[in-house]
């Protein structure tokens, strides 16, 4: 079973960046794609964005289509999510899914 491990959460102002990291137990080419998604307090877990791991095509969710920037590499096995213009909304918890494993979680605050 593929292990997921995130990274990069912390504490940061409305506007600014941060970018997680997600790091696959085995090459990511071997696996279809990795999978973002977050879980504010007191919320469901809820999807933000896609990678093919192969073909490299993505998909995002409309609330940060435009901010969030998901990408891989392939040699390190890592996929990232790199977030810009941050709102207070996109405090939670992120984690990393695939293939029926997720992560732990890093935990993102938005806040001034």
């Known amino acids: 079973q593929v292990q997921l491990a995130e990274s990069g959460g912390g504490l940061v102002q409305p506007g600014g960046s941060l970018r997680l990291s997600c790091v696959v137990s085995?090459?990511?080419?071997?696996?279809?794609?990795v999978g973002w998604y977050r879980q504010g307090p007191g919320t469901q877990r809820d999807w933000v964005a896609s990678?093919?791991?192969?073909?490299?095509?993505?998909t995002y969710a409309d609330s940060v289509k435009g901010r969030f920037i998901i990408s891989r590499d392939g040699p390190q096995n890592t996929v990232y999510l790199q977030m810009n213009n941050l709102k207070p909304e996109d405090t939670a918890v992120y984690y990393c899914?695939?293939?029926?494993?997720w992560g732990q979680g890093t935990q993102v605050t938005v806040s001034s």
């Open positions: 990678i093919s791991t192969r073909s490299g095509g993505t």
């Open positions: 899914h695939s293939q029926g494993s």
């Open positions: 085995e090459s990511i080419f071997r696996i279809y794609g």
